[in-house]
């Protein structure tokens, strides 16, 4: 039996300025050596497969649009659009509604 390889999305194929296709997920909670809990937020560019990391220290909706927002002050070109996937977490469709209309 011989499979056929699919085609990759366009969204990770067409060549991009890095981190602006991305993916979003977060993990945790991990304990912090002081002993709190906190997440973190992955983020990997779609086309370099580059990674960026922010801590959170909780999951709420209010934490994940900051880190977000940090990390598109840090790592995309300005006036450029982003886009990001993520998975259906609660989490990240508050954010969707609230921060990003």
């Known amino acids: ?4 390889e699919s085609q990759l999305p366009a969204l990770r194929s067409t060549p991009a300025q890095p981190f602006t296709r991305v993916g979003v997920d ?14 973190v937020m992955l983020i990997t560019c779609a ?5 960026h990391l922010e ?3 909780n999951g ?3 934490e994940i649009t900051l880190r977000l927002r940090s990390f598109l002050a840090l790592r995309t070109p300005p006036g450029s659009t982003v886009t990001v ?3 259906n977490a609660r989490s990240f469709k508050q954010v969707s ?4 209309p």
């Open 55 to 57: 801590l959170c220290r």
């Open 47 to 51: 086309v370099t497969r580059a990674v």
């Open 85 to 87: 996937v993520s998975d």
């Open 1 to 4: 039996y011989t499979a056929e």
């Open 60 to 62: 709420s909706a209010t």
């Open 26 to 39: 977060t993990l945790g909670p991990i304990r912090l050596s002081d002993g709190t809990k906190s997440w």
């Open 97 to 100: 509604r609230q921060a990003f």
